[in-house]
């Protein structure tokens, strides 16, 4: 199965300011997931990306609030734009709906 | 929408002891339903797929049941180790979009 490298491992960033988040697969894959784990609570989908078209978002999440770039079939990115306390969370990349990346703990203070 | 229940949240034994981890769904409509494991630091590791067809799967000390028409799930873990020592999580699948229950974590003690 895929190989998911993702990046950064964790970050302590202040409010008001940007993420990027990557992913980078070690095959091709049509579809990418991202999702998020919120402290003590399961993961929730924020999107699906798909290679050559717009990413679909999930209810409650919002294309400026999270910007997705899905540039060829092994790589994706998810940026958390104009942060606050409560985007702290662990962002998680998926492919396929069967491997994950390690995740990134995102702290905002 | 689907919901993901499992049950209990949090489960202490001893090592050798035999370890049952539920799940529940509402909406039996799915194409798979999965069983991960999570740890700190390390992402989620796929342990078992179960198709929608399929009553179980096994590998190794590891089974899980499905029981679609009541909407639950059950993971199974032989003769527990420390190494088990983890969170484990269920989602079931619909055109690869995965709905997750709120996971159930496990200690065993040595």
């Known amino acids: 199965s895929a190989v998911i490298s993702q990046k950064p491992s964790r970050d302590i960033c202040q409010r008001g300011t940007s993420l990027t988040i990557q992913c980078q697969v070690d095959?091709?894959?049509?579809?990418m997931f991202w999702y998020r784990q919120q402290p003590g609570q399961s993961l929730t989908l924020i999107a699906t990306a798909n290679q050559g078209s717009e990413a679909t978002y999930e209810s409650g999440f919002v294309i400026d609030k999270f910007p997705i770039s899905r540039p060829n079939l092994t790589f994706s990115t998810l940026t958390v734009s104009n942060m606050s306390p409560e985007d702290s969370s662990i962002y998680l990349c998926?492919?396929?709906?069967?491997?994950f990346g390690s995740g990134t703990r995102l702290t905002v203070v | 929408k689907q919901e993901v229940t499992q049950i209990p949240a949090a489960l202490s034994v001893p090592e050798g002891e035999n370890l049952v981890l539920n799940c529940s769904f509402t909406d039996s409509a799915i194409y798979n339903l999965q069983w991960f494991r999570q740890d700190p630091g390390k992402g989620l590791t796929s342990l078992l797929l179960?198709?929608?067809?399929?009553r179980e799967q096994t590998s190794g000390r590891l089974n899980a049941s499905l029981d679609k028409s009541s909407g639950r799930s059950t993971l199974y873990i032989a003769a527990s180790q420390p190494g088990d020592s983890a969170t484990y999580l269920c989602a079931t699948s619909n055109d690869y979009k995965l709905s997750f229950g709120a996971g159930t974590t496990v200690t065993v003690r040595a």
């Open positions: 179960i198709q929608s067809s399929q």
């Open positions: 998926s492919a396929a709906g069967y491997t």
């Open positions: 095959s091709q894959v049509t579809m």
